[in-house]
């Protein structure tokens, strides 16, 4: 078992570091920068809607119901996060019209995910991208010509 995940990371990081092969081409390697660049937004994205979910389900935790899907922190912020992934199913939306106060806090959970934290995901893309992408091709020169400035100090002679 442990050979298996040794593995897998070293095969993860051949990966990672085959993309540096992208500099072959100017416009993969602009894309393998803007992909980098873009990244990060996504992470902030995951730490919004964490915060969201954590807000939320300490909030469901303490209102008084029966609903066993929302006992307790941790149970409401994995449901939570199923409902913001599309993975809650319509019968585990049919067992919440038993109690209309978790009903609501549900609702306003999607609506605040849904509507806000998906539009500032959109739009951090967008601005991250155009931001990125008029400058995308002179930072893939800057890239290769680092790459190549680092692999000629590695060659002997």
């Known amino acids: 078992?442990?050979?298996?995940?040794?593995?897998?990371?070293?095969?993860?990081?051949?990966?990672?570091?085959?993309s540096d092969l992208s500099?072959?081409?100017?416009?993969?390697?602009?894309y393998v920068l803007v992909c980098r660049r873009?990244?990060?937004?996504?992470?902030?994205?995951l730490a919004g809607l964490t915060?969201?979910?954590?807000?939320?389900?300490?909030?469901?935790?303490?209102l008084e119901h029966k609903d066993e899907?929302?006992?307790g922190v941790s149970l409401a912020g994995l449901n939570l996060y199923r409902i913001t992934?599309?993975?809650?199913?319509?019968?585990?939306y049919q067992k919440l019209q038993s109690?209309?106060?978790?009903?609501?806090?549900?609702?306003?959970?999607?609506?605040?995910?849904?509507?806000?934290l998906?539009?500032?995901?959109?739009?951090?893309l967008n601005s991250s991208y155009s931001a990125t992408y008029q400058d995308m091709v002179g930072y893939a020169r800057l890239n290769r010509g680092r790459i190549v400035a680092e692999t000629m100090t590695s060659v002997p002679g």
Not at 24 to 30: H, K, P
Not at 99 to 116: D, E
Not at 118 to 124: G, V
């Open 38 to 45: 873009v990244m990060s937004e996504a992470a902030l994205f």
């Open 118 to 124: 998906l539009n500032l995901l959109i739009a951090q």
């Open 1 to 18: 078992f442990a050979y298996s995940i040794v593995s897998t990371v070293a095969i993860l990081f051949y990966f990672l570091l085959s």
């Open 23 to 30: 500099v072959l081409s100017t416009s993969l390697s602009a």
């Open 85 to 92: 992934f599309r993975m809650f199913s319509g019968e585990d």
């Open 69 to 71: 899907d929302f006992q």
């Open 51 to 62: 915060f969201f979910v954590v807000a939320f389900a300490c909030a469901m935790s303490s």
């Open 99 to 116: 109690s209309p106060a978790l009903l609501g806090a549900v609702f306003l959970y999607v609506a605040a995910s849904a509507v806000f």
